[in-house]
Nanobody, 125 residues
């Protein structure tokens, strides 16, 4: 039972990437899903989340207006569209399921589970 993030890569500043978060072993539609990112030596931070079924979304101030989260429960997948990327967006990106809440709120790591391996996003010229 885990979530697997994919879609990372190297992109120039100002470019775009689309990340996918696929569930295995459970139905992703039963959970609010969050995206997090982590830079070596720093704490993992919440980037965005999407509610289970109410359409609610949350974005960190650092990505608001540039990132868009969406979900396709039929495909058991959540997406993170990242536009206007900046070098400071460079990180390993993870997705996880909120085991305590069903709506999108400020991501608190202790509420999340089913972590999988992340995907590396590098923004550099």
């Amino acid at each position: 039972v885990q979530l697997q993030a994919s879609g990372g890569g190297l992109v120039q500043p100002g470019g775009s990437l689309s990340l996918s978060c696929a569930a295995s072993g459970f139905y992703l539609g039963d959970y609010a899903i969050g995206w997090f990112r982590q830079v070596p030596g720093k704490e993992r931070e919440g980037v965005s989340c999407i509610g289970r079924s109410d359409g609610s979304t949350y974005y960190a101030d650092s990505v608001k207006g540039r990132f868009t989260i969406s979900r396709d429960n039929a495909k058991n997948t959540v997406y993170l569209q990242m536009n206007s990327l900046k070098p400071e967006d460079t990180a390993v990106y993870y997705c996880a399921a909120n085991l305590m809440r069903s709506t999108a709120t400020t991501p608190l790591i202790y509420e999340y589970g089913y972590w999988g391996q992340g995907t590396l996003v590098t923004v550099s010229s």
